[in-house]
């Protein structure tokens, strides 16, 4: 019984909740304020923001099922979200190419041990600062070009039912996936990766044990931004911290692309065979490309 009335007491305050924060926002917002970043920190990770993400995913379902317009533009939104940020991400590749040949040239024929750009006040960092960097440009396709992929249909599936069902078992069986499957996971790794991002980014070290008067009325005195600048070797890449940032970025989008999947499964369910990939925006290959694909399978 009191697991229900927590239940419903933290649905209630989620309304208040999402209300304060639009009427407050330079309580949350203003990061010249350390009380805020904490408060930004709690609420990160937060019950409370669970549920008011919860509720928001209801109450949007449900106008939703009134209004289906509303629903397929709030999937047009998410897919053409993740499929900006993935196409921009996916250049990195090149960069990485580049970059490893630029290495390459530099310490094997010109024998340098550094590598500069600019002039003037110009950037100069050991070469194997730059050796390493090259895994930053890696997590950055993995994180960022995920959700990107998901719509794309790149993302390599095992399949021991879904081929063998009708269309109408196949919407469904998506969108059980994304609701316990696909969100939990999106939510759980945003848990883990959330406190482990800032606790490299601030001190004093906060976790998920911290109560809200702890942070925002305690730690709040002895807030300091301490970015961490160490590396694995002693010239080495020592931005790490982006790891820990895109990390959170990485969850951020899956979840949304799950709500995006959900919502478009729905959709197709909804309105028949004839809507499947209804406004979906997927990357068209040339003639050449595609018959190099299909020698590959």
């Not at 209801?58 to 099922?65: I, P, Q």
């Not at 630029?102 to 550094?114: D, G, M, N, P």
Request: charged share 15%; glycine share 8%; aromatic share 18%.
């Amino acid at each position: 019984m009191e697991w229900i009335v927590w239940f419903f007491q933290n649905v209630a305050l989620a309304f208040y909740n999402f209300g304060y924060a639009i009427t407050h926002p330079l309580e949350w917002l203003n990061w010249a304020d350390p009380k805020a970043v904490m408060r930004v920190i709690y609420y990160g990770g937060s019950v409370e923001f669970f549920f008011v993400l919860l509720v928001s995913f209801v109450l949007l379902t449900v106008v939703g099922m009134w209004r289906t317009q509303i629903l397929w533009g709030v999937v047009r939104a998410l897919e053409g979200f993740a499929n900006t940020v993935g196409r921009i991400a996916a250049w990195a590749g090149l960069l990485m190419v580049l970059q490893q040949i630029i290495i390459v040239v530099i310490q094997r024929i010109f024998l340098e041990a550094q590598i500069t750009f600019g002039f003037g006040v110009a950037f100069s960092k050991d070469i194997s600062w730059y050796a390493e960097e090259l895994k930053f440009y890696n997590a950055l396709i993995v994180c960022l070009c995920a959700a990107y992929t998901f719509v794309q249909g790149g993302h390599v599936r095992v399949d021991l039912v879904y081929a063998a069902v009708g269309y109408r078992a196949k919407k469904i069986i998506d969108m059980v996936g994304s609701l316990i499957l696909m969100m939990p996971a999106a939510i759980l790794t945003w848990m883990y990766s959330w406190y482990f991002m800032w606790r490299h980014l601030v001190t004093p070290k906060v976790s998920a044990s911290d109560s809200f008067q702890r942070l925002v009325d305690g730690k709040s005195h002895a807030f300091k931004w301490n970015v961490e600048t160490i590396g694995f070797s002693p010239n080495g890449f020592n931005a790490y911290f982006l790891f820990k940032v895109l990390l959170v970025v990485f969850c951020a989008m899956v979840f949304l692309q799950a709500v995006a999947f959900f919502y478009r499964s729905y959709l197709e369910l909804r309105e028949g065979e004839g809507s499947e990939g209804k406004y979906l925006d997927k990357d068209v290959l040339g003639d050449e490309d595609a018959e190099l694909v299909a020698d590959i399978h």
